[in-house]
Nanobody, 125 residues
């Protein structure tokens, strides 16, 4: 049974940093890609960052490029999202999702088979 559990969310001031974790069980990161998405109130869920399982190539939304970094620990079955220089617009529920194999459209929600329950990130002074 595949399960994804996010952690690390919370309240952070603008300009601050936060690291999110996505712990996976029931799958191996050698064969599954895990990506990060977010959904702000009243908005559609959007792709934030992806690291493909096969070659570790990374993809980022334009809005987070240069500020967010995705990484993974295969042995720990955990994918991280390091968030630096956060802005109020980064406020959202952040989800991780798993896709078997490298996704054709890394930041598209379609094609991902499993989702975590989400973790709230609030950027506010």
């Amino acid at each position: 049974q595949v399960q994804l559990v996010e952690s690390g969310g919370g309240l952070v001031q603008p300009g601050g940093s936060l690291r999110l974790s996505c712990k996976a069980s029931g799958l191996t990161l050698d064969y599954w890609t895990i990506s990060w998405f977010r959904q702000a109130p009243g908005k559609e869920r959007e792709g934030v960052a992806c690291m493909k399982n096969n070659d570790e190539s990374t993809y980022y939304a334009d809005s987070v490029k240069g500020r967010f970094t995705i990484s993974r620990d295969i042995a720990e079955k955990t994918v991280y999202l390091q968030m630096n220089s956060v802005k109020p617009d980064d406020t959202a529920v952040y989800y991780c999702a798993a896709d078997l194999g490298p996704p054709a459209n890394p930041l598209d929600t379609e094609g991902y088979d499993y989702w975590g329950q989400g973790t709230q990130v609030t950027v506010s002074s």
